[in-house]
């Protein structure tokens, strides 16, 4: 059932995402159906739509349905891609004995979420110079640590 605090995220989430239209056009949904969602609605959007939504607004959809997690889904792209190039760069050294780290896609994954996580904070708290060759050099550190 669409309760009030749902209802409420919902105008929070597309008014800061550019208003109601932008939302509707990037969502690809009708006026009255965002209307409806955030008025009279007595259920909660169908899972396609939510997670539609959600990317539209650039919020979360764990977010839309319970407020417990963060708003913001957004992603440094450029970051990333440089995070994800130290890791790929860190795996492929060979170590003592002259073999390569091997890990399997989830471990990888969640080693780079871990130092994006670490770069963004020190980047946020201006830690960091924003330099590429200094993220890199961080990045790299960070992961000799690991």
């Known amino acids: 059932m669409a309760n009030e605090a749902f ?5 929070e989430a597309y008014q800061r995402a550019g208003g109601q239209e932008a939302v509707e056009r990037r969502a690809k949904i009708a006026q009255t159906t965002l209307s409806y969602w955030v008025g009279p609605a007595k259920k909660l ?7 539609e939504l959600a990317a539209a607004c650039d919020v979360t959809v764990e977010w839309l349905l319970t407020g417990a997690a963060p708003a913001v889904s957004g992603i440094d792209q450029q970051l990333l891609a440089v995070v ?3 890791v790929d760069r860190y795996l492929a050294r060979p170590r003592r004995g002259g073999r390569r780290r091997i890990m399997i896609p989830a471990d990888k994954a969640a080693l780079a979420a871990k130092i994006y996580a670490l770069v963004a ?11 590429s060759g200094d993220i890199q050099t961080l990045i790299a550190n960070l992961l000799l640590q690991q």
């Not at 959007?45 to 997670?51: N, Q, T, V």
């Not at 980047?123 to 924003?130: F, G």
């Open 45 to 51: 959007p169908p899972p396609d739509r939510l997670a």
């Open 84 to 86: 994800l190039e130290e």
């Open 7 to 11: 209802k409420q995220r919902l105008r």
């Open 121 to 131: 904070q020190r980047l946020a708290e201006d830690r960091t110079p924003k330099r």
